[in-house]
């Protein structure tokens, strides 16, 4: 595996610069016995300090009080709630407690290791160091040791910069899905209960061997009975769901009693939050969901005519459930494999246009988007059309946010900073007027290094008994593109502006396509080509067919 050099990142990142206190010193007079100085009044200050300190605690804690006291009304309300996700929970919450309290032991020790070698060193103790477990680094350590819920919240707070403080984002990235595949006795008695028949009527073989193993499902390969067709079939893992659900009840739990605990925590909308988490990560282990995703997506195809040029997997209903997914297994090769590519299509470029107005055209004409078009995710099919495959990650657009990314886009491919700075005030809701010229020259200071972002080609041999398969591609830093989102949420957030969670969503994609567009077809600009329509004005033709 050989990797080309990687080329320098220019970016100019936000520096807050915080205005330094000085304090007033006494003056200093002989002093008595020794000679030695003192400060005139040292003693009388010293106490008033004290009493001040005193007094601010007693204030507080007579505010708190009062808080609590005017809140008393909603008490009744949270109880029946806390009630309720308890019901809801059942005996699986007693069990992941005791995990949780075992992962925080393990996570802990490893905080108290490291606090002791640097508490005496002469460079002082770290900031993060300071804020203990809460810090980003041992969070992130506790949610790995916490397992399936927990690393894909992980993943979540890494894809919402919009969300989250910038340095939480930043650690996440680290957060891995890997996980071992559970062993295929059990798969198959996953199999057995959900399709309630005999496995054999309803497969003519399944690979024992998996294809992929993540934190919640694992996919093997089969051959169905009746139609001989190749499929593949994604299977829950036993026990996740039990486990997600008492994770994410706690999680809203703590939320829902820190709100009532501190009225003030409403402004940063946390359980909204943590509501929004937790369906985003139910829908991903209901498979039914998933199955309507794909189907709605080939009926967008269809209707707006690009059933010839694209494709989704067709669900086999009859041999899928909530917790088994059975669809249509396609061949293809993902669109970072150029060599592959050129040997199924005469020109790459026009694949991707392809990729493009599906997608885009998906934004408006289909109930969701598809949210995850990595290399994994979109295929050229050994057919020539474009495979969009797992659609466990979709998302809506409203039509505000649409028609302002539309701007934001046109004004991106012009490079014009001032109608950028103008869309994404629209798009942020800003309850107060904003400098856009200020603005405008804080985005171009962003956006200029988007061309800088490093693009890594590698190229893989492929070794088999009577061939060498060598295929590049290009590997996406994810590091990268997350910092750049960060930019722009800082400074967005410097002008009052919180945009809605979809925004970062739309902008990863079209980071994805930018790092296809650099390898497929690399002197194209994909948001000014004529063949790639992104305004709705473009697709309302369609439309209404598939209305």
Known sequence: MAAAAR?????????????????????LVPGGRGGSPRRIGAGRERGRRVGVRIFARYTQAQDFSTRLQDRAGELPKLVEDLLQTSISTGPRGAFRMAQGIQAVLGVGGEWLNDFSKTANTSTGIPAQMRLGLLSPLYLRRLFERMGATYIKLGQFIASAPTLFPAEYVEEFQNCFDRAPAVPYNEIESILREELQQPLDSVYEYIDPVPIASASIAQVHGARLKSSQKDVVIKILKPGIEDTLVADLNFIYVVARVLEFLNPELQRTSLVAIVKDIKESMLEEVDFRKEATNIEAFQRYIEAMGFDRQAKAPFVYRHCSTKRVLTMERLYGVPLTD?????????DPELTLVTALNVWFGSLISCESFHADVHAGNLWLLRDGRVGFLDFGIVSRISPRTWAAMEVF??????????????????????????????????????????????????????????ATAVSANVVVDERQMNALFLDLVRVSESYGLKFPREFALLMKQLLYFDRYTRLLAPSMNMLRDERVNISSRQQARRVDHFQ
């Open 7 to 27: 080329g320098a990142t220019a970016r100019s990142p936000l520096v807050l610069h915080h205005p330094a206190h000085h304090r007033r010193l006494l003056p």
């Open 338 to 346: 150029l060599d592959s590519i050129r040997s199924l299509v005469p």
């Open 409 to 466: 886009l046109a004004s991106f491919a012009t490079e014009d900073y001032d109608a950028m700075a103008s869309a994404l005030s629209e798009m942020g809701a800003t309850g107060k007027d904003i400098n856009v010229n200020e603005f405008a020259k804080d985005l171009e200071k962003i956006f200029s290094s988007i061309q800088d972002l490093d693009t890594e080609v590698i190229v893989a041999t492929a070794r088999t008994p009577d």
